[in-house]
């Protein structure tokens, strides 16, 4: 499985790599960007089964990211990893077609659950 990493902190890229081995993804392909624009470029290059974003990014924010996929219709599972704990953020990002929001601090079974549950709605 490839997974899409979006964060502009290279530091937390790599803590959400290393809870996603932690979390039993073991065999993963990761691919990173560092911001929405560059998460753009690399879903059309790399055709993620999925895409772990952050919210807010300088340039091409990661609610933006998300909306111009659904808009070009591409319909890839996006999660958001993300310190937004606002209801109106969770909703906003679930109507913009968001698979889920987790939010920051995470444990790996958090975001192991968050990954079964978009997998398994894909597989239905």
Do not use: Y
């Amino acid at each position: 499985m490839r997974v899409l990493v979006v964060d502009d902190s290279r530091v937390m890229r790599q803590i959400v790599v290393r809870a996603l081995r932690q979390a039993g993804f073991g065999s993963l392909e990761v691919v990173e960007a560092g911001d929405g624009g560059a998460g753009l470029e690399k879903v059309g290059e790399e055709s993620p089964d999925l895409v772990l974003c952050d919210w807010n990014m300088p340039g091409t924010s990661g609610i933006e990211m998300l909306q111009q996929l659904r808009a070009g219709g591409d319909r890839t599972p996006f999660g958001f990893i993300t310190s937004e704990a606002a209801s109106e953020v969770h909703d906003r990002a679930s109507a913009a077609g968001a698979t889920f929001v987790v939010t920051k601090p995470f444990t790996p079974e958090v975001l192991h659950d968050a990954i079964e549950s978009a997998l398994a709605g894909v597989a239905s």
